[in-house]
């Protein structure tokens, strides 16, 4: 899921440099001091770590094979750890592109902790640079979510629930998480993706509706899963336990507008960036989850207890 998002994030940018300079137009000398257009980001549930980067020049980034003038580059790459001043040196490699083109992927493995700040260096052989800084987002009290009512309708076959996420304006990946168990064992869990649905409220928070029966039908097979891999009796009497709601927090500067990313708006030069003498975005990703108790709606769910 890491590359995928790193793709969308990365066809977003790009489009935007894209958009913004022609091949005629960037130069290495004549660009306003901008060396390199980066994309990428620090998750705190991953150890190791990708960026994408591309040289700012007269030609327009188009490797189309590995023996391609344009496989070399000019850059040394580094991230520190703003709190303990351990540097860390990215490595380089040319990789293919879902497209078939090949691009410059920087890797480093090590570990990020919420609400610190690394610092990104793009080092060019004559000393030029393109620099960024990310703070690691973190949500340290308990009940970060506004829970609605529980709604039920009224012949009971639909069940709904408004979740309401305040000061987080934008959340990347929403996941709803249910635990269910047999009549004999610990429970299990299963997660139920829902990609950034929802909007942005009016107090620039966030609001979901988490639709509990439509979810049912992966907590069944996950259910079944169980049952298939002999986990669990074929006959074992399940129930409901609980639920929660997981969210990725893209950190404070990571805000599009109006809390969309669309292409369009962001291909706009300067609407989402926090590159210094450059392009692009360099972001971090954080976690929050919380869980309740709803086994008061096993059986209405339609489970044995």
Same mark, same amino acid.
């Given at each position: 899921?890491?590359?995928?998002? *790193?793709?969308?994030?990365?066809?977003?940018?790009?489009?935007?440099?894209?958009?913004?300079?022609?091949?005629?137009?960037?130069?290495?000398?004549?660009?306003?001091?901008?060396?390199?257009?980066?994309?990428?980001?620090?998750?705190?549930?991953?150890?190791?770590?990708?960026?994408?980067?591309?040289?700012?020049?007269?030609?327009?980034?188009?490797?189309?094979?590995?023996?391609?003038?344009?496989?070399?580059?000019?850059?040394?790459?580094?991230?520190?750890?703003?709190?303990?001043?351990?540097?860390?040196?990215?490595?380089?490699?040319? !990789?293919?592109?879902?497209?078939?083109?090949?691009?410059?992927?920087?890797?480093?493995?090590?570990?990020?902790?919420?609400?610190?700040?690394?610092?990104?260096?793009?080092?060019?052989?004559?000393?030029?640079?393109?620099?960024?800084?990310?703070?690691?987002?973190?949500?340290?009290?308990?009940?970060?979510?506004? &829970?609605?009512? !529980?709604?039920?309708? !009224?012949?009971?076959?639909?069940?709904?629930?408004?979740?309401?996420?305040?000061?987080?304006?934008?959340?990347?990946?929403?996941?709803?998480?249910?635990?269910?168990?047999?009549?004999?064992?610990?429970?299990?869990?299963?997660?139920?993706?829902?990609?950034?649905?929802?909007?942005?409220?009016?107090?620039?928070?966030?609001?979901?509706?988490?639709?509990?029966? %439509?979810?049912?039908?992966?907590?069944? #097979?996950?259910?079944?899963?169980?049952?298939?891999?002999?986990?669990?009796? #074929?006959? %074992?009497?399940?129930?409901?336990?609980?639920? =929660?709601?997981?969210?990725?927090?893209?950190?404070? =500067?990571?805000?599009?507008?109006?809390?969309?990313?669309?292409?369009?708006? *962001?291909?706009?030069?300067?609407?989402?960036?926090?590159? !210094?003498? =450059?392009?692009?975005?360099?972001?971090?990703?954080?976690?929050?989850?919380?869980?309740?108790?709803?086994?008061? &709606?096993?059986? &209405?769910?339609?489970?044995?207890?």
């Amino acid at each position: 899921m890491r590359d995928r998002i *790193l793709l969308k994030l990365t066809i977003l940018v790009f489009a935007s440099v894209a958009l913004s300079c022609s091949d005629t137009t960037i130069d290495p000398f004549e660009n306003d001091g901008n060396y390199f257009t980066v994309y990428g980001f620090l998750d705190d549930l991953e150890n190791t770590h990708a960026l994408r980067v591309i040289p700012v020049t007269r030609r327009v980034e188009n490797i189309q094979s590995p023996n391609d003038d344009q496989r070399i580059i000019d850059a040394v790459v580094y991230t520190t750890d703003m709190s303990t001043g351990v540097r860390t040196k990215w490595t380089h490699k040319l !990789e293919q592109l879902s497209d078939g083109s090949y691009g410059h992927i920087f890797r480093a493995s090590f570990l990020v902790s919420a609400q610190k700040r690394y610092k990104l260096e793009i080092i060019r052989s004559d000393g030029k640079m393109t620099t960024a800084t990310t703070k690691v987002p973190y949500f340290g009290q308990e009940n970060l979510y506004e &829970l609605g009512p !529980e709604v039920i309708s !009224e012949d009971s076959s639909h069940v709904y629930r408004d979740i309401k996420i305040p000061n987080v304006p934008s959340p990347w990946e929403i996941q709803s998480k249910y635990f269910w168990a047999p009549d004999v064992g610990n429970d299990l869990w299963v997660f139920v993706p829902k990609g950034r649905s929802g909007h942005r409220t009016e107090d620039g928070g966030w609001q979901i509706r988490v639709d509990i029966s %439509a979810d049912q039908e992966n907590v069944r #097979e996950s259910v079944q899963e169980a049952k298939n891999l002999n986990w669990i009796a #074929e006959d %074992a009497a399940i129930a409901l336990v609980a639920m =929660g709601l997981q969210i990725r927090i893209l950190d404070e =500067g990571w805000d599009p507008p109006n809390g969309i990313f669309d292409p369009e708006t *962001l291909a706009q030069p300067g609407r989402l960036s926090n590159v !210094e003498n =450059g392009y692009g975005y360099f972001g971090s990703v954080g976690l929050y989850i919380r869980e309740w108790d709803i086994s008061h &709606l096993s059986v &209405l769910l339609g489970y044995d207890f």
